[in-house]
Structure formats: C-alpha cells, structure tokens
C-alpha cells in the first residue's frame, strides 16, 4: 500500500483526444487508434473523459480514493 491506496487499485484520469507521445504509458490511454494500435502490452488504471466536461470530471472526483488527474 502506497499512501493509502491498495495495491493495483489507483487511477488517474486523462482527457480523450490527448497526445503526449508514443512512450508504452501515454499510449495506453491515448483514444487515437493510430497511436494504440500494433502496441501493447498497455498500463491499466486510466480512466479516459472527454474534453472539456467537468460532469464527467466531477463524477470521477467522488470515487474513493480520489483519482490523480
């Protein structure tokens, strides 16, 4: 356990239509299929929102532990 949050049980939100690169992690949350697709294995624990809604973020927010965005 790492402050607070059990094992293989934290997340962090990013924003559909993102691009930050090609590295393993940033393509595993990436929604543009010609960055995802023919790689793999990807990093679990993102949870993709679209851009801009603050519902979708806000929705997120209340879930426990609370989500890095």
Known sequence: MVKGIEDNKATIIVCAQNFHGRT??????????????????????FQVIPYNDLNALGKHCRIKPLPGF
């Open 24 to 45: 393993s992690t940033v393509i595993s949350f990436s929604t543009d299929p010609s960055s995802y697709s023919k790689f793999g294995p990807y990093m679990p624990g």
